[in-house]
Nanobody, 123 residues
Framework: QVHMVESGGGLVQAGGSLRLSCAAS????????MGWFRQPPGKEREFVAL????????EYADSVKGRFTISRDNAGNSVYLQMNSLKPEDTAVYYC????????????????WGQGTQVTVSS
C-alpha cells in the first residue's frame, strides 16, 4: 500500500509563490508517473501537472502553464510542485497521486492519492 503525504500549502498573496512537496512511502515510487491535481471550492477535482517516471516528460494544465513546475526526486521518493505568480483562482486543495501505469491527465488513471494540502491565494 502506497502512502503519500502532501505539504507546503498555506495562505499567500496574489503574485506570490509556494512549493508543494509530496512524500511517498510503502511501495514503489520510481517506476510510476506522478501527478498533481486540485479541487477548488465547490468544483470537481482537476488535473494540474504530471511527470513521467524518469522526469523526462512533464505536462501541465493550460491554466498553470508557464507558472507551475513539477519535478521529482526518485532517490527521495518525492515529487514537487513549484507554483509562481499565484492567482486567486489557484485557491484549492492540492493532491498528489501515483499513476497506475503510463502518464495520464485523467483522474481515473491514478490509484493512490494523498490527503491534500490547502492553498489559498488572497487578492
Amino acid at each position: 500500500q502506497v502512502h503519500m503525504v502532501e505539504s507546503g500549502g498555506g495562505l499567500v498573496q496574489a503574485g506570490g509563490s509556494l512549493r508543494l512537496s509530496c512524500a511517498a512511502s510503502g511501495g514503489t515510487f520510481s517506476g510510476y508517473a506522478m501527478g498533481w491535481f486540485r479541487q477548488p471550492p465547490g468544483k470537481e477535482r482537476e488535473f494540474v501537472a504530471l511527470v513521467n517516471w524518469s522526469g523526462s516528460v512533464t505536462e501541465y494544465a493550460d491554466s498553470v502553464k508557464g507558472r507551475f513546475t513539477i519535478s521529482r526526486d526518485n532517490a527521495g521518493n518525492s515529487v514537487y510542485l513549484q507554483m509562481n505568480s499565484l492567482k486567486p483562482e489557484d485557491t484549492a486543495v492540492y493532491y498528489c497521486a501515483r499513476a497506475r501505469g503510463r502518464y495520464s491527465q485523467q483522474l481515473h488513471n491514478y490509484d493512490f492519492w494523498g490527503q491534500g494540502t490547502q492553498v489559498t491565494v488572497s487578492s
